[in-house]
């Protein structure tokens, strides 16, 4: 705010400051991805790495601190502790640091290290808990179950507030409140679908009911792993994959299927091929679900599905600093 001298008396221009990093959750930019998807029809990607925590769940970690604080639930100061594949733990850390809240978090040690380096960084304290059948990158039921039990653990030791991502709703009002009106906004009511990987479920339930009250036309798709398809109805195949935070080869209990049109399949080779271009022709660099989200919608344009010249919504959901590069000779 700079200050303007006047009459001898010191007056302060008007500003956007903003009051902490809360404020910074969310208005994030919708960008035309041209180049990848030169058309007919058109890509447009919700930057969500650009959320404070880098990723799209800093909506649901502020949300459901929001209502757990109204409700009575946690009480100022009290400790928070989550289960986490990363993301979620970011989010968390970002709300808890700028509220006051002592946060522990529990990951599967095949999550990407970085992401326990951020939460920590953020002052929250991150336990990383060995995997049961999964590799490193690559993280299956199994493997969240067995943190789920330490999390549990800690929750009864600290007589913490548990925020249960998975069961909350809170999550998906999130998107909702926020992201779907969003896109509704700065697509100029122009969605003709809507595509989105599946982890909790809290940001595509959210997200297509809110926009499919606006347009019950719009036609919303869920991204799954290639071999590891329950929403669609399939047997799980292929347990492990790269797509970390997703796919866990379960149907969340948050996922409604009234908001869902069908289901669209993505392999590894798909989703780090669109990781890549989104990096080498848009000059964004983001996750491996962000590439899948990507491949998915340029499957859906040339499926057949939808009009060849529709506009497709989907989101890039955090940034690839998140991630431990993983080497093409082990992308199968």
């Given at each position: 705010?700079?200050?303007?001298?006047?009459?001898?008396?010191?007056?302060?221009?008007?500003?956007d400051?903003?009051?902490?990093?809360?404020?910074?959750?969310?208005?994030?930019?919708?960008v035309?991805?041209?180049r990848?998807?030169t058309?007919p029809?058109r890509?447009?990607?919700?930057?969500?790495?650009m959320?404070?925590?880098?990723?799209?769940?800093c909506?649901?970690?502020l949300?459901?601190?929001?209502?757990?604080?109204?409700?009575?639930?946690?009480?100022?100061?009290?400790?928070?502790v989550?289960?986490?594949s990363?993301?979620?733990?970011?989010?968390?850390?970002?709300?808890?640091?700028?509220?006051?809240?002592?946060?522990?978090?529990?990951?599967?040690?095949?999550?990407?290290a970085?992401?326990?380096?951020?939460?920590?960084a953020?002052?929250a304290?991150c336990?990383?808990?060995?995997?049961?059948?999964?590799t490193?990158?690559n993280v299956?039921?199994a493997d969240?179950?067995?943190?789920?039990?330490?999390?549990?653990?800690?929750v009864?030791?600290?007589?913490?507030y548990?925020?249960?991502?998975f069961?909350?709703?809170?999550?998906?009002?999130?998107?909702?409140?926020?992201?779907?009106?969003?896109?509704?906004?700065?697509?100029g009511?122009h969605?003709?679908?809507?595509?989105a990987?599946?982890?909790?479920?809290?940001?595509?339930?959210?997200?297509?009911r809110y926009?499919?009250?606006?347009?019950?036309d719009?036609k919303?798709?869920?991204?799954?792993?290639?071999?590891?398809?329950?929403?669609?109805?399939?047997?799980?195949?292929?347990?492990?994959?790269?797509?970390q935070?997703s796919?866990y080869?379960c149907?969340?209990?948050?996922?409604?299927?009234?908001?869902?049109?069908?289901?669209?399949?993505?392999?590894d080779?798909?989703?780090?091929?669109?990781?890549?271009?989104?990096?080498?022709?848009?000059?964004?660099?983001?996750?491996?679900?962000s590439?899948?989200?990507?491949?998915?919608?340029?499957k859906?344009?040339?499926?057949g599905?939808i009009p060849?010249?529709?506009?497709?919504?989907?989101?890039?959901?955090?940034?690839?600093?998140?991630?431990?590069?993983?080497?093409?000779?082990?992308?199968?």
């Amino acid at each position: 705010m700079a200050p303007i001298a006047k009459n001898n008396e010191v007056k302060y221009e008007e500003n956007d400051i903003k009051a902490s990093a809360l404020e910074l959750i969310g208005n994030t930019p919708i960008v035309a991805l041209d180049r990848v998807y030169t058309g007919p029809g058109r890509i447009l990607a919700k930057c969500e790495f650009m959320n404070p925590g880098a990723s799209i769940k800093c909506r649901s970690s502020l949300s459901m601190i929001n209502r757990a604080l109204k409700s009575g639930e946690l009480q100022p100061g009290a400790p928070v502790v989550e289960v986490t594949s990363g993301n979620q733990g970011c989010g968390l850390a970002v709300v808890c640091a700028v509220l006051g809240h002592p946060l522990t978090l529990t990951m599967s040690k095949g999550n990407s290290a970085q992401r326990a380096i951020h939460m920590e960084a953020l002052g929250a304290k991150c336990i990383r808990v060995d995997q049961v059948e999964g590799t490193y990158g690559n993280v299956t039921l199994a493997d969240v179950k067995a943190v789920e039990q330490v999390g549990l653990k800690i929750v009864a030791e600290q007589n913490a507030y548990y925020v249960n991502q998975f069961n909350n709703d809170a999550n998906s009002d999130a998107h909702y409140e926020s992201t779907g009106p969003e896109i509704w906004k700065q697509t100029g009511h122009h969605v003709d679908a809507f595509v989105a990987t599946v982890g909790t479920a809290g940001t595509f339930v959210g997200t297509s009911r809110y926009l499919k009250e606006q347009n019950p036309d719009i036609k919303t798709y869920v991204v799954e792993p290639a071999g590891a398809e329950p929403i669609k109805g399939d047997e799980v195949k292929k347990p492990l994959h790269l797509l970390q935070g997703s796919g866990y080869g379960c149907v969340p209990n948050l996922f409604k299927f009234d908001v869902m049109d069908g289901t669209l399949a993505v392999t590894d080779e798909e989703a780090v091929k669109y990781k890549d271009l989104i990096g080498e022709k848009e000059g964004l660099y983001v996750g491996y679900t962000s590439g899948a989200n990507v491949a998915a919608a340029v499957k859906l344009l040339e499926s057949g599905l939808i009009p060849e010249d529709s506009w497709v919504v989907t989101l890039l959901n955090d940034t690839g600093l998140k991630y431990t590069p993983v080497p093409k000779e082990l992308v199968k």
